[in-house]
């Protein structure tokens, strides 16, 4: 039976995991409330401890007490009772209408408001809009004549555990559900032997940081006004590398909410403010656009003699012609571009919607020829098998609890260098020969663990006997040195498809494009690399035929 479904406080036992886990590593950091919520949750009645974590697992604070109903618990208003005692919990809540709305079901509003309210097919988004001028006071729940056997309980502890959540995870994109997976089986994480102590935040201003970023992006999420909300964006950079990159994404966020308003001298002070990759080539842009042609045209030679990566170089060689026209100056040299295999193929268009990289690789398929449909998944996945242990080194700064799927430094500027002996080890398997029996120990022995590079689902047993026996050493090796240089850039845009001639041991990658679709950037990037190094890749053009099919 599911260890899962045997435990019926299985949720109650991952939260108190949560708080140990946070006590033992940030004790220092704690607030007096945060601390001393950990020490009395303790205290309290299994079944008023259980009920809490049901509703801080759950989305929102406001809670219907018929909702609330749970076997092991029992009743809610007798383990509701510690909680409100404690004020954790607010069992008499006032309710704005909104509130109102999001808690009732329809024929309920309609028991509550009579006639008052606009017809019974009407959507209830246009049924607040009717009312929300007439009723502007917050109320309890029995005084909008509600079911009066219903309570309504208001969670007064979320921000406080929301904390709490992010010192465990160190983020607040991962919630309770990942142990809920875990617990299930459906996920299964790489064990990492790291340090007790070791943990994401180090200074209480740290995770206030954190939090006030986040909060920011909520705002802007959530409709508030850009220009309110970039005021308050700390204007100087984070000494917190980690913290750093948060603000400059955010940064580069509202400078591209700018530049779609066109509002070019907005988007580029933002942009100037902002180190995430691409955004100096985003000034250059907006200068262009707000016909600043000289400034513009300074930026980019600037950036063209230290660009910041292959996308920023690729981005500035295709401005600097058209800034040079504009100017009246010399143009450069046109570099003559690699020449690249195109195929065009006439097929019939299908009458039910098929992805046209399904229909080019059925029409390819051959019994001595299979093709797989892998776009961005198999070089990374070969590249993970290969590096695994380098991948999962447990460095410093790398990992802090066991749901990750990746080192937190990943996209850091020195993963790679604070690695390099272990990933040089690694590649140096592909001079050697080493690394077939190394790939399929660690397809075979590491099957299910979540990693950022392996799609477990793709990449079968048959797929890797062919890649393995038709990709040469050299190849693999081009490809992941390329990964390990710029690994959010160069995870993806390889190909569609990859087709394997076994008995010849030779292969093809394929990239499809439809009807009106062009090779996106960062393909482009590949398929120059790819050229450079005699890599047989292509690119077929679909054209439909008359008749559907």
Not at 137 to 166: F, G, K, N
Not at 277 to 288: C, D, I
Not at 302 to 323: F, G, M, S, V
């Amino acid at each position: 039976m599911n260890p899962v479904l045997e435990n019926r406080y299985y949720y109650l036992d991952n939260f108190e995991m949560v708080l140990r886990w946070v006590s033992q590593r940030y004790d220092d950091l704690l607030a007096s409330n945060e601390r001393d919520f950990i020490g009395r949750f303790q205290e309290l009645p299994r079944a008023s401890r259980a009920l809490l974590v049901r509703m801080i697992m759950r989305k929102g604070t406001l809670f219907r007490s018929s909702k609330l109903r749970y076997d092991e618990i029992g009743s809610t208003a007798v383990a509701a009772r510690a909680l409100v005692e404690q004020g954790w919990l607010n069992d008499s809540p006032a309710l704005t209408l909104e509130q109102l709305f999001g808690l009732l079901t329809k024929a309920e509003l309609g028991r509550a408001f009579g006639t008052e309210l606009c017809g019974q097919h009407t959507r209830k988004d246009a049924q607040y809009l009717a009312l929300k001028e007439r009723y502007t006071e917050a109320l309890p729940i029995h005084a909008w004549h509600a079911a009066p056997t219903d309570h309504v309980y208001e969670l007064l502890v979320m921000p406080l555990c929301e904390r709490l959540r992010l010192m465990f995870f160190g983020n607040l994109h991962q919630d309770w559900s990942e142990f809920v997976l875990a617990d299930l089986g459906l996920y299964v994480y790489e064990k990492v032997e790291f340090p007790a102590t070791s943990r994401i935040f180090h200074s209480r201003q740290d995770i206030d940081d954190y939090l006030y970023l986040h909060d920011c992006g909520d705002r802007f999420r959530a409709g508030e006004d850009a220009g309110l909300v970039v005021q308050d964006i700390p204007p100087a950079p984070y000494q917190n590398e980690w913290l750093e990159r948060r603000r400059a994404k955010l940064l580069f966020q509202f400078g591209r909410h700018y530049e779609q308003r066109r509002d070019w001298s907005g988007a580029h002070a933002l942009y100037a403010q902002s180190a995430q990759a691409g955004a100096r080539s985003r000034r250059v842009r907006v200068l262009e656009l707000s016909e600043q042609f000289e400034s513009a045209l300074q930026l980019a030679q600037a950036a063209l003699q230290e660009p910041e990566n292959e996308a920023e170089k690729q981005q500035i060689e295709r401005t600097l012609p058209r800034l040079l026209r504009k100017l009246g100056r010399p143009l450069p040299a046109r570099r003559s571009a690699p020449a690249m295999s195109k195929q065009v193929l006439s097929l019939p268009k299908p009458a039910a919607f098929t992805c046209v990289e399904e229909l080019v690789r059925k029409y390819l398929q051959q019994s001595y020829s299979p093709v797989y449909y892998v776009e961005n998944t198999l070089v990374n996945a070969l590249f993970g098998l290969l590096c695994w242990d380098a991948i999962f080194a447990a460095l410093p700064g790398a990992f802090f609890h066991p749901f990750q799927r990746t080192p937190a430094d990943l996209h850091s500027i020195d993963f790679y260098s604070r690695r390099k002996e272990l990933f040089d080890s690694c590649l140096a398997q592909l001079d050697s020969g080493a690394y077939r029996n190394t790939i399929v120990h660690n397809h075979e022995r590491k099957a299910g663990i979540q990693s950022g590079f392996v799609a477990w689902g793709i990449m079968t047993d048959q797929l890797l006997d062919h890649a393995l026996a038709c990709i040469p050493a050299s190849h693999l090796k081009k490809w992941f040195e390329r990964i390990l240089l710029d690994i959010p850039a160069h995870r993806s845009g390889f190909p569609d498809l990859v087709q394997f001639w076994p008995l010849e041991k030779r292969y093809r990658m394929i990239e499809v494009k439809g009807p009106g679709d062009r090779l996106q950037d960062n393909q482009l990037r590949w398929f120059d690399y790819c050229a450079q190094h005699d890599m047989p890749v292509e690119v077929c053009h679909v054209q439909w035929a008359e008749e559907p099919v």
